[in-house]
């Protein structure tokens, strides 16, 4: 068996790698500050090397054959763990360990901010990269290397460490209506309802856990972000279901009322990482930090 053609150099892998991502030779290019012809070059020379066609060409677009993406999924994840050997590298001969953290936006100027100076009070010599997601994290095509988020865990493919179970509280303006702390579900159903997108269904559960009829719900505006919807309770807007560990100063401060108890939410949060990146000492710094925090 001849291994040098089971090997290719690792420029042809990166411009395939780079054009497969992207189904593009010209966004491949830009990215790997090459020209065009540079990319459609080094992909044809991995061709005639592997004797595949990985390509179709249609014109000026290309798309990925079948034989292709089967070969753009193993060798990302191949590109993934040299990446993170190298990441690992570099932190140990410096002594400075970097982590690309996604966070949802509230979770992290609400829980997670105010807490991360004693993060590098324990770890002076590592940073830590806030990045704001609300969506879900493909971390074969970004360069984040761990992420929070909030669901029921089922991801595959990744290690997940359960942080926080969430539980829902109903909140209100105090000059939104006199006695608000003697609210029954009935009445508060009557209010109008704000939500927020990413858990569209949180008032259902509300309703369900009271034995409500969901016909009765008079849903409001949907926000992005759960800080928003804070702020448009805050107004007067309406009345908002939001977890409890995002609203905790703001009803310190009095600034909203949660009339009645929380309700167990069916999700929870979790900080979740592919399996290459297990050894990286920021990621091992920082996920004992995160647990013995929670």
């Known amino acids: 068996m001849n291994y040098r053609r089971l090997t290719p150099s690792m420029s042809l892998l990166l411009a395939f790698e780079a054009a497969a991502r992207h189904e593009s030779y010209t966004r491949a290019a830009q990215e790997l500050s090459l020209t065009q012809s540079a990319v459609s070059r080094q992909v044809q020379a991995l061709e005639q090397q592997l004797g595949l066609t990985l390509f179709r060409r249609e014109g000026r677009q290309v798309q990925l054959t079948d034989v292709g993406r089967l070969y753009q999924r193993e060798m990302s994840e191949a590109l993934g763990r040299i990446r993170s050997a190298t990441l690992q590298a570099l932190a140990y001969q410096s002594g400075v360990g970097t982590l690309r953290l996604a966070t ?148 310190h401060n009095g600034e909203v009322i949660s009339p009645g108890e929380g309700i167990a939410s069916q999700r929870s949060y979790y900080l979740i990482y592919p399996p290459r990146n297990e050894a990286l000492p920021s990621l091992r710094a920082f996920k004992q930090w995160l647990l013995a925090q929670i």
């Open 104 to 251: 949802l936006p509230t979770f992290g100027s609400k829980w997670l901010l105010p807490r991360l100076h004693d993060f590098y009070a324990a770890h002076p010599g590592m940073l830590v990269h806030i990045h704001s997601r609300i969506e879900a994290i493909d971390f074969e095509t970004s360069e984040i290397d761990a992420a929070i988020g909030v669901g029921s865990g089922d991801l595959p493919g990744l290690i997940s460490h359960r942080l926080h179970a969430e539980q829902l509280v109903v909140i209100a303006s105090p000059s939104a209506a006199e006695h608000v702390e003697q609210l029954t579900p009935q009445q508060i159903s009557e209010y109008v309802l704000l939500n927020v997108a990413n858990n569209p269904h949180a008032w259902g559960e509300w309703f369900s856990h009271h034995g409500l009829p969901h016909r009765a719900m008079r849903l409001g505006p949907s926000f992005e972000l759960t800080s928003h919807l804070i702020q448009a309770v805050r107004a007067g807007i309406g009345i908002g279901l939001v977890p409890r560990i995002l609203v905790e100063e703001e009803l």
